[in-house]
C-alpha cells in the first residue's frame, strides 16, 4: 500500500470513528434529557388498596425507566397499586431515594435481606443466582408478595393508552394473562419439558407484564429449573421465561389463562412498533435504541 492509499484508509477510518463517537455523545445526551424530564415529574402514590401487587427487579440504570413505567400505568389506568420493588444488587441509596420520593409508598428489598432469605432455603442453589434478576425475580414474588395477585413488570415497560384488558384482569376471577413475545425465549426446551415436568411449555409467554393468581406460583417447580439451570449454565442463559410457560401449562386445565391482544407488543424490530392505537410496549433488546422515542411521547402525555 503507498502512502496515498495509507492516508486515504486512516481517513476513512478516522470519519467512521468520528462519526459513530458523535452518534452515541448525541444518544447519551438525548437519554439524560429524558431522565432528567422523568425525574421532573410529579410523584405518585402506590396505594395499598388492591388485590393486587406489582412486582419489579430494577437497576442502578434503569431505576428512572421504572418510574415512568410505572407513571404511565397508573395515569392512563386511573388507578394505583402497591409496588415491591426488587435491588438487583446495582441500586445506590440515591437511587432508591428517588424511587422513594417518586413512587410513595413503594418497598423496596435491599440485596442484604435477598441474600439473607436465600441462605435460608433448602436448595442452596438459588444463592448461587442472587445476582441473577431472572431468578430473584421469581423467588421474590414467593418470599415477599402478599397479595391474592401479583404483577410482574419490567422497568422497559411503557403504557400509551388505558390498559383495558389489564384492568378486566385486575377485576376478575381470570388466574392469568400475559404479554405474548415474538419468540419462546425459553431456558429449556419442549422436549426437556415434558420429561422435567410432563408437560409442554406454553407458547411465547414474556414475563415483562404477566398477571398471575398467586398461588400458582410454585418454589418446587422453581427448584427444579434452577437445579436444571446450573447443569446446563455454560451453554445457556438464565432464560427463566420457561418457569411461567410451565405454570400456565400446568395451570390451564382448571385456569382461564389468557393473552393480551396485538395493542400490547413485544416487537421483534423497530417496523413493529405501531404508536397510534398501541397500549403498552415492551421494549426488548431487538428494539431497545427505540425506549428513548416511546419515553419522549410518554412524557408528553403525562406531564
Given at each position: 500500500?503507498?502512502?496515498?492509499?495509507?492516508?486515504?484508509?486512516?481517513?476513512?477510518?478516522?470519519?467512521?470513528?468520528?462519526?459513530?463517537?458523535?452518534?452515541?455523545?448525541?444518544?447519551?445526551?438525548?437519554?439524560?434529557?429524558?431522565?432528567?424530564?422523568?425525574?421532573?415529574?410529579?410523584?405518585?402514590?402506590?396505594?395499598?388498596?388492591?388485590?393486587?401487587?406489582?412486582?419489579?427487579?430494577?437497576?442502578?440504570?434503569?431505576?428512572?425507566?421504572?418510574?415512568?413505567?410505572?407513571?404511565?400505568?397508573?395515569?392512563?389506568?386511573?388507578?394505583?397499586?402497591?409496588?415491591?420493588?426488587?435491588?438487583?444488587?446495582?441500586?445506590?441509596k440515591?437511587?432508591s431515594?428517588?424511587l422513594k420520593?417518586?413512587?410513595?409508598?413503594?418497598?423496596?428489598?435491599?440485596?442484604?435481606?435477598?441474600?439473607?432469605?436465600?441462605?435460608?432455603?433448602?436448595?442452596?442453589?438459588?444463592?448461587?443466582?442472587?445476582?441473577?434478576?431472572?431468578?430473584?425475580?421469581?423467588?421474590?414474588?414467593?418470599?415477599?408478595?402478599?397479595?391474592?395477585?401479583?404483577?410482574?413488570?419490567?422497568?422497559?415497560?411503557l403504557?400509551?393508552?388505558?390498559?383495558?384488558?389489564?384492568?378486566?384482569?385486575?377485576?376478575?376471577?381470570?388466574?392469568?394473562?400475559?404479554?405474548?413475545?415474538?419468540?419462546?425465549?425459553?431456558?429449556?426446551?419442549?422436549?426437556?419439558?415434558?420429561?422435567?415436568?410432563?408437560?409442554?411449555?406454553?407458547?411465547?409467554?414474556?414475563?415483562?407484564?404477566?398477571?398471575?393468581?398467586?398461588?400458582?406460583?410454585?418454589?418446587?417447580?422453581?427448584?427444579?429449573?434452577?437445579?436444571?439451570?446450573?447443569?446446563?449454565?455454560?451453554?445457556?442463559?438464565?432464560?427463566?421465561?420457561?418457569?411461567?410457560?410451565?405454570?400456565?401449562?400446568?395451570?390451564?386445565?382448571?385456569?382461564?389463562?389468557k393473552?393480551?391482544?396485538?395493542?400490547?407488543?413485544?416487537?421483534?424490530?423497530?417496523?413493529?412498533?405501531?404508536?397510534?392505537?398501541?397500549?403498552?410496549?415492551?421494549?426488548?433488546?431487538?428494539?431497545?435504541?427505540?425506549?428513548i422515542?416511546?419515553?419522549?411521547?410518554?412524557?408528553?402525555?403525562?406531564?
Amino acid at each position: 500500500m503507498n502512502n496515498r492509499n495509507l492516508v486515504i484508509s486512516i481517513l476513512v477510518w478516522t470519519i467512521g470513528y468520528l462519526k459513530d463517537f458523535y452518534r452515541k455523545l448525541k444518544e447519551k445526551v438525548r437519554i439524560e434529557r429524558v431522565k432528567k424530564k422523568v425525574l421532573d415529574t410529579s410523584p405518585v402514590y402506590c396505594k395499598d388498596k388492591n388485590f393486587i401487587e406489582i412486582l419489579s427487579v430494577t437497576s442502578h440504570d434503569d431505576y428512572w425507566k421504572l418510574i415512568l413505567c410505572v407513571k404511565s400505568f397508573f395515569y392512563f389506568s386511573k388507578q394505583t397499586f402497591p409496588i415491591f420493588i426488587v435491588d438487583d444488587g446495582t441500586l445506590t441509596k440515591q437511587d432508591s431515594d428517588l424511587l422513594k420520593s417518586h413512587l410513595i409508598g413503594c418497598k423496596i428489598l435491599e440485596r442484604k435481606k435477598i441474600e439473607m432469605d436465600l441462605s435460608r432455603l433448602k436448595n442452596k442453589n438459588f444463592l448461587l443466582f442472587k445476582n441473577n434478576p431472572y431468578v430473584v425475580k421469581k423467588i421474590a414474588s414467593i418470599l415477599y408478595t402478599k397479595k391474592d395477585k401479583v404483577l410482574f413488570l419490567d422497568s422497559d415497560v411503557l403504557f400509551f393508552n388505558y390498559p383495558d384488558e389489564l384492568i378486566d384482569w385486575s377485576n376478575s376471577q381470570d388466574s392469568s394473562i400475559f404479554i405474548k413475545d415474538y419468540q419462546n425465549a425459553y431456558l429449556i426446551s419442549d422436549i426437556e419439558s415434558k420429561y422435567l415436568f410432563k408437560v409442554s411449555q406454553f407458547s411465547k409467554v414474556n414475563s415483562g407484564l404477566i398477571g398471575i393468581k398467586r398461588n400458582l406460583l410454585s418454589l418446587k417447580l422453581l427448584n427444579k429449573l434452577v437445579n436444571f439451570y446450573t447443569l446446563v449454565q455454560l451453554f445457556r442463559t438464565a432464560q427463566l421465561q420457561s418457569y411461567f410457560a410451565i405454570i400456565f401449562a400446568l395451570a390451564k386445565a382448571g385456569n382461564k389463562i389468557k393473552t393480551f391482544s396485538k395493542r400490547y407488543i413485544v416487537p421483534e424490530k423497530v417496523e413493529d412498533i405501531m404508536y397510534e392505537d398501541v397500549v403498552c410496549i415492551h421494549y426488548v433488546r431487538p428494539v431497545r435504541h427505540e425506549y428513548i422515542k416511546g419515553a419522549e411521547i410518554v412524557l408528553k402525555k403525562i406531564t
